[in-house]
């Protein structure tokens, strides 16, 4: 019998994970303590936004459904494919279907996680970057939403703070001395600015244009994802059986033999790790 080992994908979740911009952070009290009451108890006061998360499709379609609508087996968890776009990562970048099919096999109804690399500027990693993490990461256009859709694939996964680029999100409004400086390397780039990549009707064009089929995605993708790079690999998300739940923090993993968790936990040791013992990426 073939037996498989888990590598986790998962950010750590800490009272100083941020949220994403403007959502209430993760907050937590004790209500009770191993002296006098026998036991230490918690309670946790936070959005569903905060370190690795499942948005569901009632988080950006009225008739979509709840994260408890979602079916274990068939969409949660299934084949599917790890993308290492990293090597051409950088500030405001653009990537597209292309980048993605260029690196790995991506067949019909498959779960993708993309690696844009900026998951070294989350919290936990050695050089954390709050905003560079959030407000400047790479994302897609249309097009890629359109592959999405003729792919069929069930959820996208990234390691950054949105599958939409932060500059077609409401970030765009907040901070406007990023948008200009994305315009001006948009144009130098690509001769066309933000209003030319993301006009009006495409903004959010990842949730909007995919959450009512469902083709929803997850953020905030971590762990050791730098050890399963541009290959194929069973993927499981497990977020939380939240009935009337649009969104939920969750726990993914990569599924592989055993006999290759030894090989990848080999490379793992050689490695060097951030103080939860996760793979620090190049």
């Known amino acids: 019998m073939v037996k498989f080992r ?11 994970t941020p949220p994403w911009p403007t959502y209430e952070p993760l907050q937590l009290k004790f209500f009770k303590r191993l002296a006098p009451n026998g036991a230490n108890g ?32 068939d969409y949660l968890c299934g084949p599917g494919a790890v993308v ?24 019909q109804g498959d779960i993708l996680v993309i690696n844009t690399g900026y998951h070294k500027y989350a919290w936990d990693q050695p050089k954390a970057d709050e905003v560079r993490y959030m407000i400047r990461h790479p994302g897609p256009t249309m097009e890629f939403a359109r592959w999405c859709k003729k792919k069929k694939l069930k959820w996208l996964g990234l390691d950054c703070g949105s599958a939409d680029h932060p500059m ?20 130098k780039k690509h001769g066309k600015g933000l209003d030319e990549f993301f006009s009006e009707d495409h903004y959010q064009l990842m949730h909007v244009a995919l959450f009512h089929i469902p083709i929803v995605h997850a953020e905030n ?5 730098d050890l399963l790079l541009n290959r194929r690999v069973q993927i499981g998300c497990f977020p939380w059986r939240f009935v009337d739940g649009e969104s939920s923090i ?33």
């Open 250 to 282: 969750c726990r993914i993993v990569a599924f592989v033999e055993e006999r290759e968790h030894r090989l990848l936990m080999a490379r793992k040791k050689k490695a060097k790790k951030t103080r939860f013992g996760d793979v620090v990426p190049k």
């Open 84 to 107: 290492d776009l990293s090597d051409m990562a950088e500030d405001y970048g653009i990537y597209t279907s292309k980048d993605v099919e260029d690196r790995v096999e991506v067949k």
């Open 42 to 73: 918690q309670i946790i006061t936070t959005s569903n936004h905060v370190g690795t998360h499942l948005d569901g499709p009632v988080h950006f379609c009225t008739h979509g459904g709840d994260i408890a609508s979602l079916p274990l087996n």
């Open 221 to 225: 993708l971590g762990g050791d994802i």
């Open 168 to 187: 077609n999100t409401k970030i765009r409004d907040w901070m406007p001395r990023e948008a200009a400086r994305a315009d001006r390397f948009l144009k």
């Open 6 to 16: 888990l590598i986790d994908l998962t950010q750590p979740l800490s009272v100083m």
